[in-house]
């Protein structure tokens, strides 16, 4: 992990920041963009996020079937839900 970390510019961590918050987005598209494996996105993810922030994340994402391809539904076929507005820089960009 801490090699891969090491060579992800900051863009990189930003975007895989904004990957996981996403639910329809699987770990398993982190790992084929990125190279980061579910334990390895989440250990990034607490050292990039404030304590509190990382727990909510985590309380949301824990057992969350979208966040994994095997488990989730047939009918899933997209990473965004249609009503998310776009997010850059991990801000919520205003419309």
């Known amino acids: 992990m801490k090699n891969k970390t090491k060579e ?6 930003d975007r895989i920041v904004e990957m996981a918050w996403e639910d329809r ?3 398993d598209a982190i790992y084929n963009q990125f190279g980061l494996r579910e334990q390895e996105v989440i250990t990034l ?5 404030k304590p509190q922030s990382f727990r909510m994340w985590r309380a949301r994402v824990q057992g969350r079937k979208t966040k994994h391809l095997k488990n989730r539904a047939e ?4 990473f965004k839900c249609s ?3 776009t997010i850059s820089s991990n ?3 205003k419309r």
């Open 75 to 78: 009918s899933v076929d997209r």
């Open 8 to 13: 992800l510019r900051p863009e990189e961590v």
């Open 25 to 27: 987005t699987p770990f």
């Open 45 to 49: 993810m607490r050292r990039e996020m």
């Open 83 to 85: 009503r998310q507005r």
């Open 91 to 93: 801000k919520i960009s």
